[in-house]
């Protein structure tokens, strides 16, 4: 069955950076595009990054672009969120997206928390 399992997050202070990882499992990891998404308290789940099947193409929420890269490694079926100049904003569950048969499929999610 599908499985993906995020890791990578933690305590960092504003400005630091963190890179998640999201290991995927259970499916042809490189026929499909992968996204991150974030969830923070009280709020909806929003959407912060995606990546094509061959990593060719990317695309960023206004609030992360510049600051935020997205990369694949489709040998190791892994998606990862690199995070730089991380805000108290910022904080948030983040998970791991992928739409496979029109069916989207969500990680457990990983909490990165941004505080001095």
């Known amino acids: 069955q599908v499985q993906l399992v995020e890791s990578g997050g933690g305590l960092v202070q504003p400005g630091g950076s963190l890179r998640l990882s999201c290991a995927a499992s259970?499916?042809?990891?490189?026929?499909?595009?992968m996204s991150w998404y974030r969830q923070a308290p009280g709020k909806e789940r929003g959407f912060v990054a995606t990546?094509?099947?061959?990593?060719?193409?990317?695309d960023y929420a206004d609030s992360v672009k510049g600051r935020f890269t997205i990369s694949r490694d489709n040998a190791k079926n892994t998606v990862y969120l690199q995070m730089n100049s991380l805000k108290p904003e910022d904080t948030a569950v983040y998970f791991c997206?992928?739409?496979?048969?029109?069916?989207?499929?969500w990680g457990q999610g990983t909490q990165v928390t941004v505080s001095s």
């Open positions: 259970g499916f042809t990891f490189s026929n499909y595009a």
């Open positions: 990546i094509t099947r061959d990593g060719g193409i990317t």
């Open positions: 997206n992928s739409r496979i048969h029109a069916r989207p499929y």
